[in-house]
């Protein structure tokens, strides 16, 4: 990961090997691009872009661009603290979102509930992945869909706080969650919108994308087209 490669000069190191102009950005930013740009008469503001994995990141896109902070990254939604004193989080700190809602933390509470004697569909007899947990939940699993509705209870907290901070128009949240069900989705949506306030998500446009790799790759090629027409004009 880039991430890892502190006081590395990668952008001047790989132009100087290939010979070629070389931008380097996160891959949220640019997977956001790649979806807004399937969807050119959709734009309703700006659009908060949010992954929900092992993690909980999100991307801020505003006039068509990724907005960048002071250390060229967009935040981290997942560790905003929600809950004060509360469970500790991978990084350190205590009572952050992603502590709650992420997929890894709903899946290893599944996982802990059935140890403990609890029935389920979900299968104990391999890994699971993000995906059998969220076709638990749309296939009806009464644990998995009691696990699921009270950590994304927490997620739409978090969401709704940068709603209420940044009014975007529109949500995109991409991952494997896009597989539970329209129930799930549909509550989602409306816990979201009741936490934030009703001016700011009256017209608020939510909508839900399965994770794709190959999105950030396609926002990096659509970023640099236009950057290469700015070049040109």
Request: charge should be neutral; proline fraction near 3%; charged fraction near 25%.
């Amino acid at each position: 990961r880039l991430s890892t490669f502190y006081n590395t000069p990668i952008k001047a190191m790989l132009e100087e090997r290939l010979k070629l102009r070389v931008e380097l950005t996160r891959y949220l930013g640019t997977a956001a691009l790649a979806d807004l740009f399937s969807k050119p008469n959709q734009d309703n503001g700006p659009v908060l872009y949010i992954e929900l994995g092992e993690g909980i990141e999100m991307a801020i896109i505003n006039n068509g661009k990724p907005y960048r902070g002071a250390m060229n990254n967009e935040g981290a939604l997942g560790h905003m603290v929600i809950e004060a004193g509360g469970r500790t989080c991978l990084c350190g700190g205590k009572g952050c979102l992603e502590a709650y809602a992420s997929n890894r933390v709903l899946m290893d509470e599944a996982l802990l509930r059935i140890r403990n004697g609890e029935s389920s569909s979900i299968p104990v007899d391999r890994e699971i992945g993000d995906a059998d947990f969220y076709s638990a939940v749309r296939n009806g699993d009464p644990l998995a869909v009691d696990v699921a509705t009270k950590g994304l209870e927490y997620l739409a907290m978090g969401i709704a706080n940068v709603v209420n901070i940044l009014n975007p128009g529109t949500i995109i949240i991409s991952g494997a969650l896009a597989g539970a069900g329209e129930v799930l989705l549909n509550r989602l949506r409306e816990r979201i919108k009741s936490y934030a306030l009703s001016l700011l998500s009256a017209k608020l446009d939510i909508r839900f994308l399965q994770f794709d790799l190959r999105d950030g790759a396609r926002g990096v090629a659509i970023s640099r087209i236009y950057s290469e027409l700015k070049f040109a004009a």
